[in-house]
């Protein structure tokens, strides 16, 4: 499944669908990472929250994992050199990585959205164990449901599966709720907030055990 193809105009197809509101939604809670230790970016993309969150915290390793090279380049060119010795670039598919590291923060943006229900009830399973006793996970996404009153968001959901499965081997068709796999896996929701309502959210856990 490689986001090669789309990577160069992942950008601007994000602006003229959504603006600003997928950045919005991954850096609402920035300000709770200042003091994390060792973070785990799922899927990073281009790597504008991965720029944010070395801004706000000078000290945190950042270990990356996302199966598109060309995404990775794009990620790389966003840090400085400085900050090299504190990213870890995997450019390997999330089902076949493997680490003896352990997180206080993992980021899952716009990701699930990848997967079906059956992978991402596996890989949340697997990934919810690399997650220390009280340590963080923040993951935002889309609310697929039809809205008769409001369908505008329902059709660009439909459009971006529509160009993802142009572009990519994805086999999910629409956007699973990540709240049930997180509640599966002792992640306790801490806080919530819709930046679009009934469309774009994200929500942070706490990993209880
Ligand atoms: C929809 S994009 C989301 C990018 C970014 N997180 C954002 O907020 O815009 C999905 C990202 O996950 C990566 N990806 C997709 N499937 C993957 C997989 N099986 N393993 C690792 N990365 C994957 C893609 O290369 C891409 O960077």
């Known amino acids: 499944m490689s986001f090669d193809r789309?990577?160069?105009?992942?950008?601007?197809?994000?602006?003229?669908f959504f603006g600003n509101q997928l950045n919005l939604a991954r850096t609402v809670f920035i300000s709770e990472f200042a003091k994390c230790r060792s973070v785990l970016l799922l899927g990073e993309g281009r790597g504008r929250f991965l720029q944010e969150l070395?801004?706000?915290?000078?000290?945190?390793?950042v270990t990356i994992v996302d199966s598109s090279s060309s995404m990775v380049r794009y990620q790389k060119?966003?840090?400085s050199t400085s900050d090299f010795d504190r990213v870890y670039f995997n450019c390997v598919s999330i089902e076949s990585f493997s680490t003896n590291k352990k997180f206080d923060l993992i980021c899952s943006f716009f990701f699930w959205d990848c997967f079906t229900a059956r992978q991402i009830d596996k890989l949340v399973a697997s990934y919810s164990t690399l997650l220390l006793k009280n340590g963080l996970?923040?993951?935002?996404?889309?609310?697929?449901?039809?809205?008769f009153k409001n369908y505008i968001p329902f059709i660009k959901i439909r459009l971006l599966y529509l160009l993802f499965h142009l572009?990519?081997?994805?086999?999910?068709?629409?956007?699973?709720?990540?709240?049930?796999?997180a509640q599966e896996n002792s992640l306790r929701s801490l806080k919530f907030h819709e930046t679009n309502k009934n469309f774009i959210y994200t929500e942070l856990y706490q990993k209880i055990i």
């Open 137 to 147: 996970w923040i993951n935002s996404d889309f609310i697929d449901s039809v809205n």
């Open 77 to 79: 060119s966003k840090i």
């Open 54 to 61: 070395l801004a706000i915290n000078r000290k945190c390793s």
């Open 167 to 181: 572009t990519t081997e994805i086999r999910a068709w629409r956007v699973e709720p990540f709240k049930k796999f």
């Open 6 to 16: 789309i990577a160069p105009l992942y950008n601007i197809g994000e602006n003229v």
